[in-house]
């Protein structure tokens, strides 16, 4: 029984290991001051240096450096203040000097790790090493006659950072939570968008399976060409079963490059600049060892704000919910606004239930976030809401109403619920009258529970809650209820 992927499992263990690039959100690129704006018309935002013309001198833009650096920090790895630029020389129509300069010898960091949840267990994935480097230009077809290819060379110098890991992952799934983790310790040091849709995250896989049991790694195919982290996954999926299909018929695999087909679901055998695999790096000669001073490092490191894994245990520590802890600390920007609930005075796991099912349900309708425009609530008000309820002013039920107002126009709730008038009934003489009211109106029920139907109390408490449209205190209806009823009054 089970699937064909658990008797996969059974027969081979795979290995996999991530080559990531994340571009860097600097507003100039690596070695010149174009800029790095998205959209702009092809070729203009390029300079001799960028389009490697004879006698263009790079120089090292300082806040790539500063962002490399910060990463690599949250990526617990060492950095090496020493490190060095090299060429990697290939020739491809995006690459106008022939050359792209990157760390190959001496990275500006290594041996970190990324920790996150896996199938319920704390996996530490090894960062092997993380270095710098520029991006190419874009081949593009848009706007050229059908036999060209035309060439954008605004991207051509963007920096960028790539993450290599050790292969330490051992499922399609586990690579997907590996680069979900990743994004989002990246969107906290608030180093680059990392929108993988829109290209500044990219993720190459290499993946090999062994026999149970084996020391050996087998030999690995690089997946390449997936747009989201599902595709990530689902590739991985394919070229899994694909290999063990080919193992399990006897066949050897041979290290290649693969191509993931979005539409056909399938990996397919590229010739790509790849394979000729001989780059003859040498160090680049414009460029001399980065030389990051003590002070430059340790700043970085200050800037860090408050990581994933420490806001998790933080968040844990107050109670909440592994959902709401999930929900929360997967956004950086969530987390600050769930914070800021918190200074306002909201209790903790009534505050994060309020934000994450009431409030982002809300948003999520309207296709609006917490930052942005799109919210007009504050944390302060959704703390003052969470209070209202905890004050016994208005129940929980009549919030969410509230709340309805408050996305919709931005008031404080004290405010809706004074306008409205929908502060909850605790007055006991007024619940008493509602109470006798339904008693009366309801003679067949009254009966029913006298004759120990008690089911008939909870219809007799809807309609008292209906007809002071949900705004009688629950727990005095049903006390004041229990004690005319016992008293026998009403029929
Ligand atoms: P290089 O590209 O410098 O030769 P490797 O090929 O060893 O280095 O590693 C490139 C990437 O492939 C790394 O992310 C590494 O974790 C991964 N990798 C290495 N060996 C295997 C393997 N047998 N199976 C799956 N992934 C691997
Ligand atoms: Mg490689
Ligand atoms: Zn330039």
Redesign the pocket.
């Known amino acids: 029984m089970g699937t064909v992927a658990e008797a996969t499992a059974r027969r081979y263990e795979t290995?996999?290991?991530?080559?990531v690039h994340v571009e860097l959100a600097t507003r100039s690129k690596m070695f010149c001051a174009c800029s790095t704006a998205f959209g702009a018309p092809p070729n203009s935002q390029v300079c001799p240096v960028c389009l490697g013309l004879p006698g263009a001198l790079p120089v090292p833009n300082h806040q790539a450096l500063a962002y490399a650096l910060r990463a690599a920090l949250a990526l617990e790895c060492a950095v090496d203040p020493d490190c060095r630029w090299d060429r990697k020389n290939y020739h491809y129509p995006d690459l106008p000097k022939g050359y792209q300069i990157t760390q190959y010898a001496r990275p500006i960091a290594r041996n970190g790790q990324l920790c996150f949840v896996s199938g319920g267990e704390e996996r530490a994935v090894r960062i092997?090493r993380l270095h710098a480097e520029e991006d190419t230009g874009k081949s593009t077809h848009e706007g050229v006659a059908a036999a060209f290819t035309g060439v954008d060379l605004n991207r051509a110098g963007v920096p960028l950072i790539e993450i290599?890991?050790?292969?330490?992952i051992r499922s399609p799934e586990e690579a997907r939570l590996y680069l979900q983790a990743l994004r989002t310790l990246l969107l906290y040091t608030g180093v680059s968008d990392v929108k993988m849709e829109e290209g500044s995250l990219r993720c190459d896989a290499?993946?090999?399976l062994r026999p149970a049991g084996a020391m050996e790694?087998?030999?690995?195919v690089?997946v390449k060409n997936m747009n989201s982290f599902r595709s990530v996954q689902r590739a991985l999926e394919y070229e899994e079963q694909r290999q063990a299909a080919a193992l399990d018929a006897g066949e050897r695999i041979v290290r290649e490059t693969r191509h993931w087909d979005e539409k056909r679901g399938i990996t397919f055998s590229s010739r790509s600049k790849e394979e000729a695999h001989d780059y003859r790096y040498f160090p680049e000669p414009d460029l001399g060892p980065c030389a990051l001073s003590p002070a430059f490092i340790e700043e970085q490191r200050r800037l860090l704000p408050e990581l994933p894994g420490a806001r998790q245990a933080r968040y844990r520590a107050l109670g909440l919910s592994d959902y709401d802890t999930g929900v929360l600390v997967a956004d950086p920007a969530l987390a600050a606004f769930y914070d800021r609930m918190l200074e306002a005075g909201a209790a903790p796991r009534e505050g994060a239930a309020l934000l994450t099912v009431e409030l982002l349900g809300r948003l999520n309708a309207l296709g609006a976030s917490v930052v942005g425009s799109g919210c007009l609530v504050r944390p302060e008000q959704l703390a003052a809401l969470q209070k209202l309820v905890a004050a016994g002013t208005i129940s929980g039920k009549i919030a969410k109403g509230v709340l309805d107002d408050m996305v919709a126009s931005g008031k404080d709730p004290a405010a809706i619920v004074a306008e409205r008038g929908l502060q909850q009934i605790s007055d006991a003489g007024a619940v008493e009258q509602a109470v006798r009211a339904a008693i009366a109106a309801h003679p067949q029920s009254v009966a029913d529970y006298r004759a120990g139907k008690k089911q008939a109390l909870g219809f007799l408490v809807g309609q008292v809650m209906k007809e002071t449209k949900g705004k009688a205190n629950p727990a005095l209806v049903n006390d004041v209820l229990r004690q005319e009823l016992d008293a026998g009054g009403g029929v």
Do not use: C, K, T
């Not at 290995?15 to 080559?19: A, F, S, T, W």
């Open positions: 290995v996999i290991g991530l080559e092997r290599v890991s050790e292969p330490d290499n993946i090999s790694y087998g030999a690995l690089e």
